[in-house]
């Protein structure tokens, strides 16, 4: 199979799957694509930096897995999904799962595509990308560079993209004050390195998740 076609079977999973976690919950399938959006941006810098080493088809099949990384959604009951106000304690714990149910769906069929780096970028930003820097993430724990670093982009990009958005129980925040927490989670929520990163391409951000 060509290089192309393997691109193409890519972005048609991806499509795929975009389209029904649109289906499932319309909020999330667009910021979902957004956040495929400012993970490319973020990359860049960070290749421009020398942060990161990429073969050209390693920063598409990134950018295509990034979209991703809500897919595990699907399997969230829609009254709690779509609940408008804060969760108990109860809902928190089953929303929490969309880390695993799309991390436990991937490795389920891995096996058909062994060491393949699309599967392997894209179970790691689905599992881990609400870890934390400080360790009080989920699901696992982690801290630090224990958090693959896709996880921990994605995360940022997430926390921006949600920030700044409208949804049915907030209004969307200024970019700056997103901004200003972004700054006050660098060592805690946020890996501080791509805090330094957000700060040069902040202005990015914005226009793309204006779209």
Request: net charge negative; aromatic share 10%; glycine share 8%.
């Amino acid at each position: 199979m060509s290089m192309q076609s393997v691109m193409n079977m890519q972005q048609f999973i991806v499509g795929i799957m975009t389209s029904l976690i649109t289906r499932k919950d319309g909020f999330t399938g667009i910021h979902s694509m957004r956040v495929g959006r400012l993970m490319q941006i973020l990359m860049q810098e960070m290749l421009v930096q020398k942060i990161f080493f990429l073969e050209p088809e390693d920063q598409n099949i990134i950018i295509l897995g990034s979209q991703l990384f809500d897919m595990g959604k699907i399997g969230v009951p829609d009254e709690v999904l779509s609940k408008v106000g804060k969760y108990t304690d109860e809902e928190f714990t089953v929303m929490k799962n969309h880390t695993l149910f799309a991390a436990e769906a991937i490795q389920n069929f891995s096996y058909l595509l062994p060491n393949n780096n699309f599967v392997m970028y894209t179970y790691h930003m689905c599992r881990s990308h609400h870890e934390r820097w400080d360790g009080r993430g989920y699901p696992d724990g982690l801290a630090g560079e224990n958090i693959p670093i896709l996880a921990r982009m994605v995360g940022l990009c997430d926390v921006y993209d949600a920030l700044v958005s409208e949804r049915p129980y907030k209004k969307p925040m200024s970019h700056g004050h997103a901004c200003d927490i972004i700054q006050e989670g660098r060592g805690t929520q946020f890996d501080p390195m791509l805090v330094d990163i957000f700060n040069r391409v902040h202005m990015q951000f914005q226009m793309a998740s204006k779209n």
